[in-house]
Nanobody, 127 residues
């Protein structure tokens, strides 16, 4: 059972930045970590994903060029640097882990394809 702990959420003004962290109790060599977010009354949505071994990243169109996902394998930690934040970025952000690699775009962005989840951290962007 992989445990994931998010941190770094908070309140920020529009245009500001936050960095979220996701500390994993373990990682698999072929696995990946993704970030999702869920706003009130909306479904959970994919934000970004990174592979532990290759470092290959994937982003939702809504966050490209503003958010950067990275990882520190020595610390089993994944980061989400969020810049130029907008009020519509307000949500609970979750990190999730896939134990093994996925080969299709759908399986990399679909929340049902993730095996483990953190408890979430609130990000609020004021206008």
């Amino acid at each position: 059972q992989v445990q994931l702990v998010e941190s770094g959420g908070g309140l920020v003004q529009a245009g500001g930045s936050l960095r979220l962290s996701c500390a994993a109790s373990e990682r698999t060599s072929s696995g990946a970590v993704g970030w999702f977010r869920q706003a009130p009354g909306k479904e959970r949505a994919f934000v970004a994903r990174i592979s532990w071994n290759t470092g290959i990243t994937l982003y939702a169109d809504s966050v490209k060029a503003r958010f950067t996902i990275s990882r520190d394998n020595a610390k089993n930690t994944v980061y989400l640097q969020m810049n130029s934040l907008k009020p519509e970025d307000t949500a609970v952000y979750f990190c999730a882990a896939q134990r093994y690699s996925r080969s299709t775009y759908y399986s990399r962005v679909n929340s049902a394809e993730y095996d483990y989840w953190g408890q979430g951290t609130q990000v609020t962007v004021s206008s």
